[in-house]
C-alpha cells in the first residue's frame, strides 16, 4: 500500500503549488 502515499517531496511540492495558486 505504499505505492498508494506520495513522497515527502511530492507532497511538499503540491501543497506548494496549492499554497501558491490559493495565495494568488
Known sequence: MEDR????DEIAAY???KR???YK
Not at 502515499?5 to 515527502?8: D, E, G, T
Open 15 to 17: 501543497l506548494g503549488i
Open 5 to 8: 502515499w506520495l513522497s515527502v
Open 20 to 22: 501558491h495558486t490559493v
